[in-house]
């Protein structure tokens, strides 16, 4: 945490293009050995701190929702929620203005995976099978595809610079992307409900 937070505090003060792993670490109180333990890079731990926990917080928001709530729209519900939160408009614009943590932040949309696949799985009562797992993949696939276009630059760069506008209303994007998926959503279900009808 401290240094997910040192990263993101010294790319707003400096620019991420002038932070270096040393000097995270050094503003962490930690050596740059034990940074490469938890980040691979800069850019890593500056979008951890924009998306800290956030896998988490989408699996328990899955399992919270009532079980008379279709898992389409529990899912949908909770992505929305974890996705479209305010968020702080210097880190937006952060993100938005440096290619290499565009990058970083869709890479983040796989990390939602694991523990998705088990609230999935909680929620149909499949253990041992792969209908979970590629359930919650195809879920991070459509989050990622939704976040590329609305992080997308434009085919002609604006005269301001590397500045990527963000285009596109991000929930509409996320609930068109996430609506492709209903139908296997609605299958699984069913095929749960017949099982434990047996």
Do not use: C, K
């Not at 939704?146 to 990527?164: N, S």
């Amino acid at each position: 945490m401290a240094l997910r937070e040192a990263a993101l505090r010294l790319a707003l003060q400096r620019g991420p293009d002038n932070v270096r792993v040393d000097d995270i670490a050094e503003a962490a109180g930690v050596s740059p050995r034990t940074y490469n333990n938890y980040f691979s890079s800069r850019e890593q731990a500056i979008v951890a701190a924009v998306t800290a926990e956030r896998e988490s917080r989408v699996a328990a928001a899955v399992t919270a929702r009532p079980a008379h709530v279709r898992l389409a729209d529990a899912l949908t519900e909770a992505i929305l929620e974890q996705y479209t939160e305010p968020r702080d408009r210097d880190v937006l614009l952060l993100i938005t203005t440096s290619p290499t943590l565009r990058d970083a932040y869709l890479d983040t949309a796989t990390m939602v995976e694991h523990p998705l696949a088990a609230a999935i799985d909680q929620r149909l009562g499949e253990s041992g099978t792969p209908t979970a797992r590629v359930l919650a993949a195809s879920v991070a696939a459509a989050v990622r595809v939704a976040l590329q276009q609305w992080l997308q630059p434009p085919a002609v760069p604006p005269a301001t610079g590397r500045l990527v506008v963000p285009s596109g209303s991000l929930p509409d994007l996320l609930r068109s992307a996430l609506a492709v998926l209903t139908p296997a959503f609605d299958a699984a279900e069913e095929q749960a409900q017949q099982r434990s009808q047996r």
